[in-house]
């Protein structure tokens, strides 16, 4: 069976080493061993390998951890994106300057192949890594286990020399001052100074005198010594001989005197001549050497101490010259088994030199004399062994593990202490990595060398004999301690020993049996104590070891022959002579007393051991018992309780088949066992066992019986004994993982008759019999039998199959036979029965036997055919179906926990050939079951059981290709079935676990094929939409929120205020792993690193973290932070945590949410591939599946990583089902996704917002593709741009105070101008990863290419438009109550650039509408009102619902221009969810209708009024609303009067007054250069509008600024005005009648114009301005010419705004005669006009007179003659007169006879008109005609003919 291990590497055989090579019994064990089968079993017991199965306790190889990339979350206003890259080129120039070596932690910079847009992956098949390594980035195996109730631990192989601490000493060198001539000899032992007993026996060494220097050196030999713990009281005790020194030769004293100091040279001589012929050796000096302590004073005279070398601190005392070099040696002579501890070299300078013989008590006996001390140093090496932890830091060094990431000890288990000469066995399990270049890494500490070095002694440990514990080790001897010979005369006297057989001959030589004093030699036939010089009480303290026979007869025994030695040189050596003898037989040793005395016989005779020989023999001193010694025996053979021999020798009478057959006294000695005392039962535990189970194996049935029972009682004593409250005791534990061989082969194996006798208990249990306390023993202790059931089966199957099976080959699974396999099926059920009753009991009993059985069927899985263990498991099942109850459901998890951690759990059958893996079946369904369940805390362990499993299976090295991957995912795909059958019970889950099913459900969803997936996807509409629930679930919970985002967030625990979080959250999304490892983590961040779980990384970051910026622990922290009353929240956690922890736990955290999302994306992307074959069951209608999916990913926070991976998909989502996507049931998911795209144009990451603008020329083509046009799109972008807007910050402050526009706006400009650039689209989409003719290629289903860049780029400028307007207004915001002309203005900016979109149109109208009425502007607030109408009625037109017609919209549009036709064909476009159709009814038509015809009312621009309700009317004649049409009409009467008043007023009626005004001058920005015409309220003068525009503007000018006003009208030339300097010029103007002849000369007076009822709209206005052509500012009549400029605007007064930009402006220049024939001509028009008005009756002839009466004083009265005479002094006389041009001399003649025409005809109706009253006026008038025309008749002589 050496190498079982080839096969299937099931068995591990572990060499037994014993204690010395030399140790051996064969010498004695010449018998036969057959003769004794008890002797037989023990030596197999202590000589036979262990043999341990390799599989027991689960072994799992794990990949190397993953290494993550930082992923970066980009804000609107971040780009860490380009930071980092140029951080990244620092650090790489820093780095090529000076290469630093500083651990990376696991947050690793990002490197530059991120940079790249091609999205980053290592598998083409997946868009990113998978979610779970960062879900669980610390996955920990082991830790995990040992999590479950009833985990076994495995034991270290138990330390086969004692534990603890290892204690290794080497002599160096001896040295006299006298100087070394003669060979010294000495021993060293452990010993107790307070108990004064000696700890081990003696390690002998010898210094032998060289020729060539003084200096005598140690044979290289090295004791090693064992202790417990390190204790004050223990010391080394050396003590030195030398040979017996020469009567009247050099003494030892010569080693002490002072003077001569040395040796002579003849000293020397005689020594070295005595030292070769004198055998016989004399004690010469003992010292005591501390380990422990610095300061307890010896028994020696009590002087200090030498410095101890294993105290703390090592300190030579003043008294002795003791000094200790510390010399740190790695390991010593370089010998792996060691660790590599410090050694100390001692120098021993306080040598006690022996005056007189001494036993070992006396040695600090007070009252014995001291002599003087040695002049010598004895020099020693001492070391403490002890098995440290292996340097991983080395391990990771040589590149074969990674410290990258996850450091390699937060995976490998703690690795036991075991003494460094022993396999280090690790604490659970074996782990092992497999690197990435496939080599393995194995992280067990290299064995000890097989057999231990020679030249190295390993003390005996006598605490062996005394400790609890087995012995694993075969010894067997004698240790004997002459200690005192009491005699009346003075002798040299020396003892010899020997061990004989018998007493027959005296000749016979003894057994060669005595160890040697001599280092290295073989066995010897006796051996010498020293002599006692020339005393009469000789004192011996040797130590003689004597190896003992197997068995011995009464008649073995021990000879001791006295000697005495003449010490003088005579021809030849010295001769001993016999003075007697002593004997003492070795059957005396059953009864050991502390000391035995014997007397001492003159002679030998035969037979010296009879009783009737011993009375004739002749004793020395008279017979008295004057020999005293002590013997020790030591032995693993022969037990020193007379009830276990009694068993051993019954158990060879029934092997052996020499007793009687019904073995009564074997039934008597097995049934004594129970009362041995527990430190003989525990030392011979494992024989025993073996013993037992022989018996039950192949016993008959009372014998077996009988056996189990003592073996329940013993197992349960030791298991009582157990000092650790282990629920398995060490000792079993290692019995049946080690020593337990199944009798090797040679015996049948014992499961069959152990599964027999307890399944015969446990049925009569059953059955009511009454089976005593030995039954609930045995539950307690099933686990131990469960256990070696399975071994004895293990151990069978492989010596089964050993031979016959080729190399390399797994052995396979073992067929039980029938009747073995019913009979544990029966007792497995009777165990069962018992949990279940138990667990109602609520007995912890219960649970542990549960765990046990569940390891059972775990064991068996990996021995017997798996379809037999399911039997077993199903039975457990139908015992535990359904939720049970609370502790039972509990322990029906921990049953599959345990289960489903086998090896094999993922190759396991089903239950019938056709099924898949039984074990996954069931646990999918018990986890669903439980999850249904109400108890929090089963639903949470369910949770962790299933990452559990998955985070093993994704981490195992054996299941790494994908086709493995598949099958695992094919075996947990029901769980995800079973979730959407049942979805409330998934979200009746808290966040914890839902998270945990999450992470479950994407990992099965990667690794799943197409073809399944879509599986899931037919079934039905609603259960695909669950699917796609679970997966917004996922984007939900998993959603990376920066640490900002929840700082606000407190203690989000479920648990209440009071009691704090059992275990502290660092992170809600992470495993709940991950808070354990952080604690964990924090902990040893406080303390130094002692224990080997410290990884690496807190080495060497110690130095920073006792950072003076966290000076109390952090358990301090955690402690405050839970006592404070909130508990301690998420946030503080994390604060608390040392920044590169914090750093870890950012980066998973970032990977896990970036792995989340591209997972999401990944089986998006195969839906919509599914959906667009139709294969599937979804609403094709409108593919809510993906327009949810897709509008998660765009509302929440997401990675760069993600964003890149995101727009191919988006593309081809849209290329498959745009016409879907964009139809009118998804505008709201158009709204949400276009409005997130201009949400990302706005970034300042360039990747994010290149993407964001190719999202939007995706929607652009198609749009195209399915509707050919883009007009709703274009809605659907203004109305999220409007939106955007909002959010966004479009401005921001300048250092001086005035806003500009923002980063934000210019990027989201930039966007939206890239968006229709064809030159760099091709770009873009390379960049983007798309082909670069994505947008221009043809789609499938069409023929025709329709994307048009023209359109795109009008769809580009409108939504610029609109976000110029929104910029604008918000630049305003500092000046908007100031200057409300801009105000205004921008309003309706915002009002045109949004007209796509009634409902943003209408708003923004109604905004300018609000604000013309604070600045009481009516008619522009009425004209607002009647757009808003416009807009309404346009689009009830269009869609014929409503009373109007187009001709309504074309009569309204006289009212205001502005009702375009334009937006009709939009406004149905328009309706997009949530805007358009609430607002475009009828009587919201009426509603602003009504308000227009207040208003303008309030303007006083009545005739408006009336067309305007001719709208509203025919609504209520539709209605029949007859009250209302009442009352138009009665305002239609009011309306119809005032405007007749206004027609009839006298003074003209004048409804505004209008100002031209002109802007120069740089600081106006946009209105530099620019005219408007302002339309004031009537009362408004010119000064008033001047001090007003000053009063804005001056606010805007700055320290370099003036504002001037041009004081007069005329033409600007801009270019020649002063720099610096802003001006206005303000100019009133008249507006033009729109059939007004403008070139006509005459005058203009307004009321002329105001004859007729007509629409007051004016968009052409006119001023004229005097000048002289000779530089003069005033001249004469005859120098007086005249400009008229005329000012076209752009639209028409009154507009929605109250100025107007001058678009056209014309001037005409009048010569000074054609102004003087105009100013008459305008007089005569005037009076004509007044003449010729008619009147309706005779009522109205008063306004008439007087009208009449003032023209006709302005025309004729003699005061103001100059009118018309200064015209003619001008032109007719003199010097002008000639220049004039005979035509207009004649015009200028024929309108001043015109003129005095009319006068003439006015007067006389004048007196037509007049009363009494007016007499004398209408005289002045005439006589004033009359001296008129006398003037006149001086320049014109025919005016008296014709008047």
Not at 375 to 383: F, N
Not at 488 to 509: C, M, P, T, W
């Amino acid at each position: 069976m050496e190498n079982l291990s080839s096969n299937g590497n099931r068995f591990r055989r572990i060499p037994r080493q014993s204690f010395a090579a030399n140790l051996d019994l064969d010498p004695l064990l010449d018998e036969n061993l057959e003769q004794w089968p008890h002797l037989n079993e023990l030596v197999q017991c202590y000589k036979t390998d262990w043999i341990k199965d390799e599989n027991k306790y689960g072994h799992y190889d794990a990949i190397n951890p993953l290494s993550f990339e930082s992923q970066i979350f980009e804000g609107p206003d971040t780009d860490i994106e380009t930071e980092m890259h140029l951080a990244n080129a620092r650090q790489s120039k820093l780095e090529d300057a000076a290469c630093d070596n500083t651990p990376s932690t696991s947050g690793r910079q990002v490197t530059d192949d991120r940079f790249s847009d091609v999205p980053h992956s290592n598998v083409s098949k997946h868009f990113g890594e998978s979610p779970l390594p960062a879900y669980e980035p610390i996955f920990d195996w082991e830790n995990e286990r040992s999590m479950v109730f009833g985990k076994r631990v495995p034991e270290g192989q138990a330390a086969q020399y004692g534990s603890g601490l290892k204690i290794s000493v080497k002599v160096l060198s001896l040295s006299f001052q006298a100087g070394l001539a003669e060979p010294f000899y000495g021993t060293i032992c452990l010993y107790n100074k307070e108990r004064r007993e000696k700890l081990s026996e003696d390690f002998i060494f010898r210094i032998l005198p060289t020729e060539t220097q003084e200096v005598g050196s140690s044979s290289e030999s090295r004791g090693i010594f064992y202790l417990d713990a390190p204790s004050a009281s223990v010391c080394l005790l050396i003590q030195l001989e030398k040979p017996a020194s020469e009567d009247g030769g050099v003494t030892s004293s010569a080693y002490s005197r002072k003077e001569p100091a040395h040796l002579t040279e003849r000293e020397k001589q005689r020594l070295q001549v005595w030292s070769r012929i004198m055998p016989y050796r004399e004690s010469f000096a003992w010292v005591i050497v501390p380990l422990f302590d610095n300061n307890i004073g010896m028994a020696s005279g009590g002087s200090a101490s030498p410095g101890s070398p294993l105290a703390p601190s090592i300190s030579a005392s003043n008294s002795h010259e003791t000094t200790s070099k510390s010399s740190a040696k790695i390991t010593l002579d370089g010998k792996p088994g060691y660790s590599a501890g410090s050694s100390v070299v001692v120098e021993v300078s306080n040598l006690n030199k022996v005056k007189e013989g001494y036993t070992e008590d006396s040695l600090q006996d007070p009252k014995r004399k001291v002599h003087k001390p040695v002049k010598g140093v004895l020099r020693l090496e001492i070391e403490k062994l002890q098995a440290g932890p292996i340097d991983y830091d080395n391990l990771s060094e040589n590149g074969s593990l990674s410290n990258e990431h996850v450091d390699p000890m937060d995976r490998v288990a703690e690795v036991g202490k075991f003494p460094s000469n022993n396999h280090k066995v690790p604490q659970a399990g074996h782990s092992k990595w497999i690197s990435a270049d496939g080599k393995e890494t194995q992280l067990n500490g290299s064995p000890a060398q097989a057999n231990p070095d020679p030249s190295t002694y390993v003390a005996f440990d006598f605490r062996t004999m005394t400790r609890n514990e087995p012995f694993l080790q075969l010894f067997h001897c004698l240790y004997v301690y002459p200690l005192t010979v009491n005699l009346s005369r003075k002798k040299n006297l020396f003892i010899r020993v020997e061990l004989r057989k018998d007493d027959a001959d005296i000749r016979r030589q003894p057994l060669e049996a005595m160890h040697p004093r001599e280092p290295g030699a073989s066995l010897q036939k006796w051996a010498h104590t020293q002599v006692a010089l020339g005393t009469r009480v000789a004192s011996y303290h040797d130590e003689l070891k004597v190896s003992l026979p197997a068995i011995w007869t009464p008649s073995h025994h021990l000879l001791f022959t006295f000697f005495h030695v003449d010490l003088q040189t005579k021809l030849e050596a010295p001769k001993p002579v016999v003075i007697g003898y002593a004997a003492l037989p070795l059957s005396t040793l059953a009864q050991l007393r502390a000391e035995i005395s014997l007397p001492i016989i003159r002679e030998l005779v035969q037979h010296y051991l009879q009783d009737s020989v011993k009375e004739r023999m002749d004793y020395l001193e008279d017979g008295q018992s004057i020999f005293r010694l002590r013997l020790r025996l030591c032995s693993s053979l022969y037990a020193i309780s007379e009830r276990i021999r009694d068993f051993f020798l019954e158990y060879d009478r029934h092997i052996l088949r020499t007793s009687p057959p019904w073995g009564s006294e074997l039934l008597e000695a097995i049934n004594s066992l129970k009362n041995v005392d527990s430190t003989a039962l525990l030392q011979f535990l494992q024989p025993i066992l073996n013993m037992l189970f022989h018996l039950i194996g192949n016993g008959g049935e009372t014998l077996q019986v009988a056996a189990f029972r003592a073996m329940v009682n013993i197992l349960t004593r030791v298991q009582q004994e157990s000092v650790d409250e282990a629920e398995r005791n060490r000792f079993l534990v290692n019995y049946v993982d080690y020593a337990f061989d199944d009798f090797a082969g040679r015996q049948p194996p014992v499961y069959p008759g152990l599964s027999t006798v307890w399944g015969s208990l446990a049925r009569s249990k059953a059955k009511g019999y009454r089976v005593g306390p030995v039954y609930d023993d045995v539950l307690a202790m099933a686990w131990f039998f469960l256990e070696l059931i399975v071994k004895s089966m293990t151990l069978e199957q492989t010596r089964l199959y050993y031979l016959n099976i080729p190399l390399g080959e797994d052995i396979p699974p073992m067929q039980l036979k029938e009747g073995v396999f019913r009979c544990i099926m029966q007792l497995y059920d009777c165990l069962l029965t018992e949990v279940h009753e138990r667990c109602k009991k609520g007995l912890s009993l219960a649970k542990q036997l549960n765990s046990s059985l569940a390891f059972f069927c775990y064991d068996l899985l990996s021995v017997v055919e798996p379809r037999q263990v399911f039997e077993l498991v199903s039975l457990y099942l139908d015992k535990f179906s359904g939720i049970c109850q609370q502790v039972l459901h509990d322990c029906k998890l921990s049953f599959l926990q345990i289960l489903c951690d086998h090896d094999l759990f993922v190759e396991m059958p089903g239950r019938d050939p056709s099924d898949r893996n039984y074990l996954s079946s069931i646990l999918i369904q018990e986890l669903f079951l439980t999850w249904d369940h109400d108890d929090l805390t089963q639903r949470t362990k369910a949770a962790r059981i299933l990452v559990f499993l998955l985070s093993k299976h994704e981490f195992d090295a054996r299941y790494q290709k994908p086709e493995d991957k598949l099958y695992i995912a094919q075996l947990y795909f029901p769980l995800i079935g079973q979730i959407l059958d049942e979805m409330p019970v998934f979200y009746n889950l808290n966040a914890v676990e839902k998270r945990e099913v999450l992470i479950v459900v994407l990992q099965i969803l990667r690794n799943l094929d197409d073809a399944s997936l879509i599986k899931a996807w037919q079934l039905n509409i609603a259960r695909t939409r669950l699917f796609f629930k679970l997966l917004e679930e996922c984007l939900v919970l998993f959603e990376h929120r920066k640490p900002a985002d929840t700082m606000l967030i407190g203690s989000n625990s479920r648990s209440p205020v009071g009691d704090p979080p059992a275990s502290p959250k660092y992170s809600d999304r992470l495993s709940p792993g991950i808070n354990h490892y952080l604690t964990e983590a924090s902990r040893q961040e406080v303390q130094p690193p002692l224990t080997p779980e410290n990884n690496h990384l807190w080495q060497r970051v110690n130095s920073q973290l006792s950072s003076p910026s966290q000076p109390y622990s952090l358990r301090e922290a955690l402690a405050q932070a839970q006592s404070s009353r909130i508990g301690a929240s998420v946030q503080a956690l994390r604060e608390s945590l040392h920044p590169i922890l914090r750093q870890k736990l950012e980066l998973w955290e970032e990977n896990l949410s970036t792995a989340v999302s591209l997972q999401v994306l990944e089986i998006t992307e195969k839906f919509s591939t599914a959906a667009a074959s139709r294969g599937i069951a979804t609403d094709y209608g409108k593919l809510d599946c993906i327009t949810s999916i897709f509008t998660s990913f765009f509302s929440r926070s997401q990675p760069l990583a993600f964003w890149k991976a995101l727009f191919p998909v988006f593309y081809s989502v849209f290329d498959l089902h745009g016409g879907t996507l964009l139809a009118r049931e998804n505008d709201r998911f158009l709204k949400q996704i276009a409005f997130h795209l201009l949400r990302l144009a706005v970034f300042r990451n360039d990747n994010i917002r290149k993407r964001a603008v190719i999202g939007l020329q995706i929607l652009v083509k198609s749009s195209f593709s399915y509707f050919a046009q883009t007009a709703r799109l274009r809605v659907m972008l203004t109305i999220t741009l409007s939106e955007l807007l909002s959010d966004v910050q479009v401005t921001q402050m300048k250092s001086d105070g005035t806003l500009e526009e923002s980063g934000e706006a210019k990027r989201l400009r930039k966007s939206l101008t890239e968006m229709a650039d064809e030159a760099t689209s091709q770009c873009l989409l390379r960049d983007c990863g798309l082909s670069e003719n994505s947008l221009t290629a043809i789609p499938e289903k069409s023929s025709e290419n329709r994307w048009s860049w023209s359109d795109v780029k009008y769809l580009s400028e409108s939504l610029l438009l609109a976000l110029d307007a929104s910029l604008e207004h918000a630049l305003l915001a500092s000046v908007m109550n100031m200057d409300r002309y801009a105000a205004a203005e921008s309003f309706y900016k915002l009002g045109m650039a949004f007209a796509p979109v009634p409902d943003l149109h209408i708003m923004w109208l109604l905004h300018l509408c609000d604000a013309h009425q604070e600045m009481q502007s009516w008619a522009e607030a009425a004209e607002c009102a009647v757009a808003v109408a416009g807009v309404v009625m346009q689009a009830l037109v269009s869609r014929n619902d409503g009373v109007w017609s187009s001709d309504h919209v074309t009569s309204l549009r006289k009212i205001c221009p502005m009702v375009s036709s334009e937006i009709t064909s939009e406004a149905s476009a328009a309706e997009v969810e949530g805007y358009g159709a609430s607002k475009v009814t009828v009587d919201s038509a009426v509603k602003y209708l009504q308000l227009a015809n207040k208003l303008f009312s309030q303007a006083e621009l009545h005739h408006f009024c009336a067309n305007i309700l001719e709208l509203v009317i025919p609504v209520y004649k539709s209605r029949k609303a007859y009250g209302q049409l009442a009352k138009c009409h009665t305002m239609l009467t009011n309306i119809y009067e005032s405007i007749l008043e206004q027609e009839t007023s006298p003074i003209p009626f004048i409804d505004a007054t209008y100002y031209r005004v002109g802007f120069y001058g740089e600081k106006f920005g946009k209105l530099d250069r620019k005219e408007y015409v302002y339309r004031e309220p009537r009362d408004v003068r010119l000064g008033d509008i001047m001090e007003k525009l000053s009063h804005i503007y001056e606010s805007r000018m700055d320290g370099n600024h003036t504002l001037h006003i041009i004081p007069d009208s005329r033409q600007v030339k801009a270019d020649e005005l002063q720099q610096g300097v802003c001006y206005l010029q303000i100019t009133a103007v008249d507006p033009v009648m729109e059939d007004e002849d403008l070139e006509s000369r005459r005058e203009r007076i307004f009321s002329l114009s105001t004859g007729s009822v007509r629409a007051r709209v004016f968009d052409r206005f006119l001023f004229d301005t005097p000048f002289t052509k000779n530089g003069k500012t005033q001249g004469g009549l005859e120098d007086q010419w005249k400009r008229r400029t005329v000012l076209q605007t752009e639209g028409s007064f009154p507009a929605l705004v109250n100025r107007l930009v001058v678009t056209k402006s014309e001037s005409l220049e009048f010569s000074p005669v054609e102004n003087a024939i105009g100013m008459i001509e305008t007089r005569t028009a005037a009076l004509r006009n007044e003449l010729e008005e008619p009147r309706s009756s005779e009522g109205d002839q008063l306004p008439r007179l007087q009208s009449l009466q003032r023209i006709l004083q302005g025309s004729v009265a003699v005061q103001v003659n100059s009118g018309v005479l200064s015209v003619c002094t001008a032109f007719l006389s003199g010097e002008p007169a000639t220049r004039l041009r005979s035509q207009e001399l004649q015009q200028l003649i024929a309108a001043l006879l015109e003129f005095m025409a009319v006068c003439k005809r006015a007067i006389r109706v004048h007196f037509r008109l007049i009363g009494e009253e007016d007499q004398e006026f209408h005289t002045q008038l005439v006589n004033g005609f009359q001296s008129l025309t006398a003037e006149l008749s001086h320049y014109i002589p025919a005016i008296l003919s014709e008047l």
